[in-house]
């Protein structure tokens, strides 16, 4: 079992920046892909950003320029900066830990991301 705890959302203005934090209970980087999904009201979830065992990332098209995926292997942290954002990244965050040979994979419970003047 792993357990994911996301934390850093709020409220922020349009053009301002964000910087979310997923906690892992344990070190889990070198077998699981990590990744950052988001939902907001009436659509469906949604892939912003990857990372891979190896370091590899990827991002949506949306948020490609803006956003950063990034890890602390000691900390068993993974983080999601956010910079420019804007009114439509408006969302609950959610992070993901995937290892797709057992089909193994974990959610956080989702932090709340409020782009508004």
């Known amino acids: 079992q792993v357990q994911l705890v996301e934390s850093g959302g709020r409220l922020v203005q349009p053009g301002g920046s964000l910087r979310l934090s997923c906690a892992a209970s344990?070190?889990?980087?070198?077998?699981?892909?990590m990744g950052w999904y988001r939902q907001a009201p009436g659509k469906q979830r949604e892939l912003v950003a990857v990372?891979?065992?190896?370091?590899?990332?990827n991002y949506a098209d949306s948020v490609k320029g803006r956003f950063t995926i990034s890890r602390d292997n000691a900390a068993n942290t993974v983080y999601l900066q956010m910079n420019s954002l804007k009114p439509e990244d408006t969302a609950v965050y959610y992070c993901?830990?995937?290892?797709?040979?057992?089909?193994?994979?974990?959610w956080g419970q989702g932090t709340q991301v409020t782009v508004s003047s």
């Open positions: 990372m891979g065992t190896g370091g590899s990332t």
């Open positions: 344990r070190n889990i980087f070198s077998i699981y892909t």
């Open positions: 993901n830990a995937d290892e797709p040979t057992f089909r193994l994979t974990y």
